[in-house]
């Protein structure tokens, strides 16, 4: 009985790993919004990453998390380092990478707790007229193997997340 659980035990951690070595190491996920202001109004708001205490639930899930900015916020190298006893929100820094005027931007996360690791960001504006805007936001990051076995459970976490930062970033813009 024992050899039996045993092999059943061996067989499903290698029917486990050989699911993780064929499913994609990357993951990318979009998320977008229309907000009713102008292009201009809606990039000079998102790109100054202070502004995300006001819309993303991940900033938001800990008031006593310890922010620490570095840099001119709206401009290239500009940091947000976090520190959070939360371990839903953790460890780690986020660094606009690039900026372009008028548009959008993009960010490299440096992620220290729960879980060591590198993800980019982007954030971009499109004007669908002269009032009304499209904000979409990318988040992209590999996940090494064995540990992409759970990227299928991470990338609905995550996206149901950038959805509820989409529709809070609506309602911070339209109510102002």
Same mark, same amino acid.
């Given at each position: 009985?024992?050899?039996?659980?045993?092999?059943?035990? @061996?067989?499903?951690?290698?029917?486990?790993?050989?699911?993780?070595?064929?499913?994609?190491?990357?993951?990318?996920?979009?998320?977008?919004?229309?907000?009713?202001?102008?292009?201009?109004?809606?990039?000079? /708001?998102?790109?100054?990453?202070?502004?995300?205490?006001?819309?993303?639930?991940?900033?938001?899930?800990?008031?006593?998390?310890?922010?620490?900015?570095? @840099?001119?916020?709206?401009?290239? @190298?500009?940091?947000?380092?976090?520190?959070?006893?939360?371990?839903?929100?953790?460890?780690?820094?986020?660094?606009?990478?690039?900026?372009?005027?008028?548009? @959008? /931007?993009?960010?490299? !996360?440096?992620?220290?707790?729960?879980?060591?690791?590198?993800?980019?960001?982007?954030?971009?504006?499109?004007?669908?007229?002269?009032?009304?805007?499209?904000?979409?936001?990318?988040?992209?990051?590999?996940?090494?193997?064995?540990?992409?076995?759970?990227?299928?459970?991470?990338?609905?976490?995550? !996206?149901?997340?950038?959805?509820?930062?989409?529709?809070? !970033?609506?309602?911070?813009?339209?109510?102002?």
């Amino acid at each position: 009985m024992l050899s039996i659980i045993l092999i059943s035990i @061996g067989a499903l951690i290698a029917l486990l790993l050989l699911a993780a070595a064929i499913m994609k190491k990357e993951m990318s996920l979009s998320s977008e919004v229309i907000i009713n202001r102008s292009q201009a109004d809606v990039f000079n /708001y998102i790109r100054h990453i202070k502004n995300q205490e006001h819309y993303s639930k991940w900033v938001m899930a800990d008031p006593n998390s310890k922010i620490i900015y570095t @840099g001119t916020d709206g401009t290239v @190298g500009f940091k947000s380092a976090w520190n959070s006893q939360m371990k839903n929100v953790g460890v780690g820094e986020q660094e606009i990478t690039k900026i372009t005027e008028g548009v @959008g /931007y993009d960010v490299i !996360l440096r992620f220290e707790k729960p879980f060591k690791g590198i993800s980019y960001a982007n954030a971009s504006t499109e004007a669908l007229s002269a009032n009304q805007t499209k904000v979409i936001t990318t988040f992209s990051s590999t996940t090494p193997f064995p540990m992409n076995l759970m990227s299928a459970m991470m990338k609905n976490m995550l !996206l149901k997340d950038m959805n509820e930062n989409s529709a809070n !970033l609506k309602k911070v813009l339209e109510s102002n």
